[in-house]
């Protein structure tokens, strides 16, 4: 049972006072003892009973407004023998007062039952007079049924929640129409929020330090050369690099492309490029899916132009 909403509670029992102060001012000039403490029984008694029901009527939506939504007075209904189906269906629709809206069948869950070898029992869209919770209560100890659940809607959102982005910290990605705003920032958000969060078959170059391709916030956009086999200390793809898998670390020689915490503004680079956005990890980059290729020239002494 949902808690009673504090501010609201407060107001009941604001309304309760109220009553009971204006029976005993009035019951005090022409009212008897007896009367005036059974009007005051009664009123209070009225007045906790609106209450409640009033916020009895209010837990749905209330819960249909918080962070996840569904379709009001709709529920989803699986069954879990086909066979039981009818008759199950029959006492579940009575029970919630329901009626169906559809049974979703697709050619995959025919497939997917068909490999398994069972007959397995029918999904339902069902709507209930009910209304959602109060229907999914009332059918949860029926055994023919595996799981009744809310119609729930979803969006698509692209609004990072990496934690270095929701706390501010992140000021290069804002613009002058995000919260907080920054009218001097790169307007990523702004281009997130269109729908531009990058591609996987653009690679870009990290032409610094090395960068940490097995981050968690990383490894994910890690580009790596298709044309390498890994570890065989052969030059597969005849381009002057043996096993450039990473990339190719100019000022060592080598394909060893991250050499530690001297690679640590190579990282940082690579996150502010491409770290993964929308997986509540670290930061969000200007791209969220991306190839990142070490071109590695600086080590720890600088590198050169040549």
Known sequence: MQKINKPYSDFCKKKFIFVYCLILFKSSKNMKSNNFLWMAFVSVMVMTVSCVNENNIRQESTQNSSEYKFVPDQLLIKFKSAGLTERATINALSLIKGEIVEIISTNAMKSANSRKGIKDGQLMLVNSKLGTLEAIAQLKDLTQIEYAEPNF????????????????????????????SNQYGSQAAKAWDAGHTGANNVYIGIIDEGYMYTHEDLSANAGTNPGEIPGNGIDDDNNGYKDDVYGWDFNGNDNTVFDGVDDDHGTHVAGTIGGVGGNNIGVAGIVWTVKLVSAKFLGRNGGTTA
């Open 153 to 180: 809607i979803y969006t698509h959102f692209s609004i990072s929640n990496d934690p270095y982005y929701t706390n501010g910290s992140l000021w290069g990605m804002y613009g002058d129409a995000t919260i907080p």
